[in-house]
């Protein structure tokens, strides 16, 4: 087995391992930018900065992926978010 062949099959573990879902927040007409920026800072620990582009994204494009990680960090996150009124899924 070539040195080559080795690295490409120990980046392939690496790969599967470390799969990572993403919460994506959806457009409603609903809730306000302010609503949106605050639950943002508050629950996925954004910057005020970060929660406005992602609510403008949202806006204007009808979702953002607005925190990567494992599922079990994410589930509950996406959680207080959905309880806080906004479309949200993690994929």
Do not use: W
């Given at each position: 087995?070539?040195?080559?062949e080795?690295?490409?099959?120990?980046?392939?573990?690496?790969?599967?391992?470390?799969?990572?879902?993403?919460?994506?927040?959806?457009?409603?007409?609903?809730?306000?930018?302010?609503?949106?920026?605050?639950?943002?800072?508050?629950?996925?620990?954004?910057?005020?900065?970060?929660?406005?582009?992602?609510?403008?994204?949202?806006?204007?494009?009808?979702?953002?992926?607005?925190?990567?990680?494992?599922?079990?960090?994410?589930?509950?996150?996406?959680?207080?978010?959905?309880?806080?009124?906004?479309?949200?899924?993690?994929?």
């Amino acid at each position: 087995m070539s040195i080559k062949e080795k690295i490409s099959e120990q980046f392939d573990t690496l790969t599967q391992e470390e799969r990572l879902n993403e919460i994506v927040l959806f457009n409603d007409d609903v809730n306000t930018f302010d609503h949106v920026i605050e639950s943002l800072v508050a629950i996925c620990n954004h910057t005020h900065e970060q929660a406005e582009q992602c609510a403008l994204l949202v806006h204007y494009k009808g979702k953002c992926t607005v925190k990567t990680g494992s599922y079990d960090e994410l589930e509950p996150l996406c959680s207080r978010l959905l309880e806080v009124g906004l479309s949200a899924e993690i994929v």
